[in-house]
């Protein structure tokens, strides 16, 4: 059974960080890109950051470039989104996710909760 | 970016009557390849996103055959042809083709 299990999620403070990871199970992590996809409170999803197999390739939505570091370890089977300077419009359910182009199926964790205000 | 646009945002439906969902790309989703990366994704009431079909018309494993989807180039369609109650959810188009990935706004089906 494959699994993606999200940590890292809590309260913080405009302006502070947070590194958010993502535990892969039951798959060839190092086969695939993964993503972290975002959902505000009661609004639609958004795409956040993509990183290719070895970590060579990586994209982010204009909003949080500069301020979002997505990273992975394959030998950990492990993705992370370091976060920082962040600010109320990042909070959100920030879900760890393999979404392919292709027949091969998508994966979705259950997402961690980033709440960002004073 | 590639700016993806649904309609309609809302969807009441009568339980068995067929549904249509559009999307609308500002760009061509015909990458390099010849493929054309175009997804729909289902998100039930609290739960975690799941993609339904991929490249335009492909469905997923397990997917039931009363989801359809169908279009090229900017212009593209989910059809339901008999809503069920288990259909209830927000439907998101998702395109791959351009970086950064982008996602239309959702439309949202409720039963009448």
């Known amino acids: 059974e494959v699994q993606l299990v999200e940590s890292g999620g809590g309260l913080v403070q405009p302006g502070g960080s947070l590194r958010l990871s993502c535990v892969v199970s039951?798959?060839?992590?190092?086969?695939?890109?993964m993503n972290w996809v975002r959902q505000a409170p009661g609004k639609g999803l958004e795409w956040v950051a993509g990183?290719?197999?070895?970590?060579?390739?990586?994209y982010y939505m204009d909003s949080v470039k500069g301020r979002f570091t997505i990273s992975r370890d394959n030998a950990k089977k492990s993705v992370f989104l370091q976060m920082n300077s962040l600010r109320a419009e990042d909070t959100a359910l920030y879900y760890c996710a393999r979404v392919p182009l292709g027949p091969t199926g998508d994966y979705w964790g259950q997402g961690t909760l980033v709440t960002v205000s004073s | 970016d590639a700016v993806m646009t649904q309609s309609p945002l809302s969807l009441p439906v009568t339980l068995g009557q067929a549904a249509s969902i559009s999307c609308r790309s500002s760009?061509?989703?015909?990458?390099?390849?010849?493929?054309?990366?175009l997804n729909w994704f289902q998100q039930r009431p609290g739960q975690s996103p799941r993609r339904l079909i991929y490249?335009?018309?492909n469905r997923d494993s397990g997917v039931p055959d009363r989801f359809s989807g169908s279009g090229s180039d900017t212009d593209f369609t989910l059809k339901i042809s008999r809503v069920e109650a288990e259909d209830v959810g927000v439907y998101y188009c998702?395109?791959?083709?351009?970086?950064?990935?982008?996602f239309g706004q959702g439309t949202r089906l409720e039963i009448k």
């Open positions: 039951g798959l060839t992590f190092s086969n695939y890109w």
């Open positions: 990183i290719n197999q070895d970590g060579s390739e990586i």
């Open positions: 760009q061509s989703l015909v990458y390099s390849d010849g493929n054309t990366n």
């Open positions: 490249r335009v018309s």
């Open positions: 998702m395109q791959g083709t351009h970086r950064p990935t982008t």
